[in-house]
């Protein structure tokens, strides 16, 4: 089955830092979506990438998804509190409806 | 513009009791619709999810079950709570193309923290 790992589990940074998460998958993503939580409530859809080597941003937040489609990263530019949270990477499974989800990265920001 | 709404948003049970979490979805027809349990804040364990009124597909074998008796509606059951079933709760719902939800981006609820004492 696939399986979808996140590095790092936990990252603490000053604002104004710049950062990265990574999403490794375990075979080839068709889809891959990044989202944001929250403590406490639901997930926030960010970005959804499906051609290899694509790119998105939305404000100050990055995602690509590499050429061979098995890893995505999610940069964020001059991080600040409101960036503070968990965020999940999800993929597409092959021949169901169904997403599989990352364990997560928590972001902590301080000022 | 589509809505996703859960209720109740918490939700304190004894251990033996019975538990019905509802979820509803606005503005939108037909759509796949899944629940989630999060423990610790973190990964997300798919329990159920719907293509369909009456259709369930139960992931993890467990004290839950699942309805959907309308389009827009999935409820999430157990006739006998367990400690174990503490946790976040999640509805989610995605759109289906002409044969599939693949491709589409799925959005989610706000939520519902059950504490099982």
């Known amino acids: 089955s696939q399986e979808l790992e996140q590095s790092p589990q936990s990252l603490i940074v000053q604002e104004g830092k710049n950062l990265t998460i990574n999403c490794t998958s375990s075979?080839?993503?068709?889809?891959l979506y990044w989202y944001k939580q929250k403590y406490g409530e639901g997930l926030i859809f960010l970005m959804m990438?499906?051609?290899?080597?694509e790119e998105k941003s939305h404000e100050k937040i990055t995602a690509k998804l590499d050429e061979k489609k098995q890893q995505s990263s999610l940069h964020i530019t001059a991080s600040q509190p409101s960036h503070a949270g968990i965020y999940l990477c999800?993929?597409?499974?092959?021949?169901?409806?169904?997403?599989?989800f990352g364990t997560g990265t928590r972001l902590q920001v301080f000022p | 513009s589509q809505t996703i709404h859960q209720w109740p948003a918490t939700l304190v049970q004894p251990v033996g009791s019975p538990l019905s979490l509802e979820c509803t979805v606005e503005?939108?027809?037909?759509?796949?619709l899944y629940w989630y349990r999060q423990a610790a804040g973190r990964g997300l364990q798919l329990l159920f999810y719907?293509?369909?009124?009456?259709?369930i597909s139960s992931e993890v074998p467990q004290n839950l079950s699942a309805s959907r008796p309308q389009d827009r509606q999935f409820i999430l059951s157990s006739k006998k709570l367990l400690l174990s079933d503490s946790g976040f709760y999640l509805c989610?719902?995605?759109?289906?193309?002409?044969?599939?939800?693949?491709?589409?981006?799925?959005?989610f609820g706000p939520g519902t923290r059950l504490t099982v004492l």
């Open positions: 989610a719902w995605r759109s289906r193309g002409r044969t599939s939800g693949r491709g589409n981006e799925q959005f």
């Open positions: 075979k080839t993503l068709y889809g």
């Open positions: 990438l499906q051609k290899g080597g």
């Open positions: 999800g993929a597409d499974t092959l021949n169901t409806d169904k997403l599989i």
């Open positions: 503005g939108t027809s037909n759509p796949n």
């Open positions: 719907s293509v369909g009124i009456g259709q």
